[in-house]
């Protein structure tokens, strides 16, 4: 088999081995490819394997020899399935590799937020505590999480990964979710209607897929109804959010502050609201990058590529 990897520096910079995809077949590995490019490095390939790189219609129907899609991430959107599902084309994705380490960064954004590591580090570094008058100092009003309560607008894998760790730190779990009816067992975590997961959230953290249902769910309306203390965080998805209705709940203290990894355009534009938004944290989509993810990642891709030639494909997202 021909196998063309598009975009894969971000999954391996270098520090992963690509060993497991060169045993099946005939392996290239490009670090990015531009649209102009994509058609003309695919040409004779069988298999893709793609992580942002897009895969219209228009490439699927250029590349007769194409057979199988894999995307080297848990989205897909960036697939056009139902072209894939015309040709008759299995698009597999890897559903599970970054739930501890994403849900171990929301731990991090919250705690930055709570208490401005941070900027602390730096004033240190700048001399601010050798020319204090006492043996400590902050510069913010530091923030115990013990008791406060987070809501988790989704509650898939990550989503409970969260509500364990959040649980383990005394924290009290609410939870909105339209795919299951109750949680799981052995948990503290209470759904409720999204509207009360808001209002009554100190912390709320987005778990859930992009959507047409749920583009711009957290907008003007819903960011009035969370506490003017409250902290809103996003490793999901950037659309999920209206920028500049955010932007300005910040702006005007409507609330306390956000942390959040991903954007509605990734690189952001210059002009991005949120970008000079007060008590905004903003990382750049890494959440789901730690080396061991992102072995798991790959390893899963491989396998993935190993059922399909098995016979018996895995991870499979569109109906052939």
């Not at 994705?93 to 960064?105: E, I, L, M, W």
């Not at 969260?162 to 924290?171: F, I, S, T, Y």
């Not at 991903?262 to 007060?278: H, I, K, M, Q, T």
């Amino acid at each position: 088999m021909k196998i063309v990897v598009l975009d894969g520096y971000t999954l391996n910079p270098g520090d992963l081995d690509w060993g497991e995809l060169e045993a099946q077949g005939e392996l290239i590995v490009h670090d990015r490819t531009s649209a102009e490019l994509i058609v003309v490095r695919l040409e004779g390939a069988e298999i893709v394997l793609t992580n942002k790189t897009p895969i219209t219609a228009e490439t699927i129907n250029a590349l007769p020899k194409l057979r199988y899609i894999g995307v080297l991430a848990t989205g897909y959107n960036i697939v056009d399935v139902e072209a894939a599902v015309k040709r008759g084309i299995p698009v597999a994705n890897v559903p599970t590799y970054g739930t501890v380490s994403v849900a171990q960064f929301v731990l991090a954004l919250l705690l930055e937020l709570c208490h401005h590591i941070g900027q602390h580090s730096e004033a240190v570094h700048a001399g601010e505590w050798s020319r204090s008058a006492d043996f400590t100092f902050s510069l913010k009003p530091l923030i115990e999480l013990h008791g406060k309560t987070i809501g988790l607008i989704g509650y898939g894998r990550i989503g409970q990964e969260v509500a364990k760790v959040c649980e383990a730190l005394g924290m009290k779990v609410l939870a909105t979710t339209s795919g299951r009816s109750t949680p799981p067992s052995g948990t503290t975590t209470v759904f409720v209607p999204l509207e009360q997961l808001l209002a009554e959230s100190d912390v709320v953290s987005l778990h859930c897929p992009l959507l047409p249902s749920t583009q711009g769910l957290i907008n003007k309306e819903r960011l009035s109804l969370m506490k003017p203390t409250a902290f809103l965080i996003n490793t999901s998805r950037g659309p999920l959010v209206v920028e500049q209705d955010l932007a300005d709940a910040l702006a005007e203290g409507r609330i306390g502050g956000a942390g959040l990894d991903v954007l509605s355009v990734e690189p952001p534009n210059a002009d991005n609201p949120l970008l000079g938004a007060r008590n905004c944290i903003i990382t750049p989509h890494m959440a789901w990058a730690t080396k061991e993810a992102r072995g798991r990642l790959l390893a899963t891709a491989a396998a993935n590529l190993r059922a399909y030639a098995a016979g018996s494909p895995v991870n499979i997202v569109n109906k052939i």
